[in-house]
């Protein structure tokens, strides 16, 4: 009765934090369309308008299909549709579509990728977790720079920090091993037990502070991907001093 109650709950919770990340960018369409219908603006104004409404709908559209896997995830209907994949270009990709983004905020993407990673499993998905962890790395290491910059001590611009993206073969227990580590502003002890529950951030503060703004789907959906995949992902984090994320994924016989 206690597991039912539990499970019960955790519906609850779960149902009314999803209405309220779904609230959140309805409500700003709304304004944005209530404005431009009853207020004579000018032709640049409308165009600002109109951009407000295309990010927030592109916000709306990626909490739809973050909810939308985790019912087939609740559903055990994730569909992996596996396929032989090459871990090194995957990650390779990814850390060139960001390379621009980390470049811009003063951060260096430094990349380690042993050859031949190759696993089983969906691309699309392992993409996703990929993208989540190094984009994750970059917003909240981007977030402390900015901290200090604001320090009224502050007499230079601090060192560029570095994120580290670390691909290998671990041939002792037959798997690949992705390491995504940041010199960000981490996680206090007591959070990290929760860091991957769903709709969870890890401090009010953390974000409010940052400006780092999210579902708090992210790191669930990732964690949701790679148990499908057999896999395994953790992470370990200083306060201050950055985090260090963990993924590890059965390699392929034919990969041996």
């Known amino acids: 009765m206690d597991r039912t109650a539990e499970y019960l709950q955790q519906k609850h919770d779960f149902l009314a934090n999803a209405a309220h990340e779904l609230r959140t960018p309805l409500a700003a369409i709304h304004s944005s369309v209530e404005v431009a219908l009853h207020s004579d603006r000018s032709a640049e104004e409308y165009r600002e308008l109109l951009g ?31 396929e032989s ?65 604001q320090r009224e001590d502050a007499s230079e611009p601090p060192l560029a920090d570095t994120v580290a993206i670390t691909l290998r073969r671990d041939e002792a227990h037959h798997q690949a091993l992705l ?53 395994a992902i953790s992470a370990t984090s200083e306060l201050g001093r950055g985090s260090r994320f963990e993924v590890t994924l059965p390699l392929l016989a034919a990969s041996s």
């Open 52 to 82: 407000d409404v295309i990010e927030e709908t592109e916000s709306l559209e990626l909490l739809v299909k973050q909810l939308l896997l985790l019912a087939e995830v609740d559903a055990d209907r994730l569909k992996i549709h596996a």
């Open 179 to 231: 390491v995504v580590e940041d010199q960000g502003i981490g996680i206090a002890t007591e959070h990290l037990p929760h860091i991957f529950d769903r709709f969870y951030r890890a401090d009010p503060s953390r974000t409010r502070v940052s400006a780092v703004t999210g579902t708090g789907l992210g790191l669930s959906i990732c964690h949701a991907i790679i148990t499908a995949h057999r896999g």
């Open 85 to 149: 994949v090459r871990l090194e270009e995957l990650i390779q990709a990814a850390c060139d579509m960001f390379q621009a983004t980390a470049e811009s905020h003063g951060i260096r993407l430094e990349v380690h990728l042993s050859c031949d990673v190759m696993v089983e499993g969906n691309r699309q998905h392992l993409r996703q977790v990929v993208n989540n962890l190094i984009d994750n790395a970059i917003k909240y290491t981007t977030a402390k720079r900015t901290a200090l910059d």
